[in-house]
Nanobody, 123 residues
């Protein structure tokens, strides 16, 4: 069983930055691909970014390319999402997720989910 816990959310002005962290329990973190998803009020949950187990390969939604960076530290069992140039439309509850298969955008591939961290971007 893998438990995930997000942190680092908050309120920021448009154009600002935040870094989300997702800490994992268990000894097999380095074997999982990881992803970040988000859900805005009244909208479906959507893919944000994914990273392979080694950290060498990444994948981003078009809406965040060039602004967000996903990374991981397997020694600390933690995955990060650096968010720069934030926009009001980035406001959402951000979830991290883990799976054995791939770092893609399909939520159905992910087996474990955190409870989410709120990010609010004011205009």
């Amino acid at each position: 069983q893998v438990q995930l816990a997000e942190s680092g959310g908050g309120l920021v002005q448009a154009g600002g930055s935040l870094r989300l962290s997702c800490a994992s329990s268990g000894r097999t973190f380095s074997m999982y691909a990881m992803g970040w998803f988000r859900q805005a009020p009244g909208k479906e949950r959507e893919f944000v970014a994914g990273i392979s187990w080694s950290g060498e390969l990444t994948n981003y939604a078009d809406s965040v390319k060039g602004r967000f960076t996903i990374s991981r530290d397997n020694a600390k069992s933690t995955v990060y999402l650096q968010m720069n140039k934030l926009k009001p439309e980035d406001t959402a509850l951000y979830y991290c997720a883990a799976n054995w298969r791939n770092y893609g955008a399909d939520q159905n591939d992910y087996d474990y989910w955190g409870k989410g961290a709120q990010v609010t971007v004011s205009s």
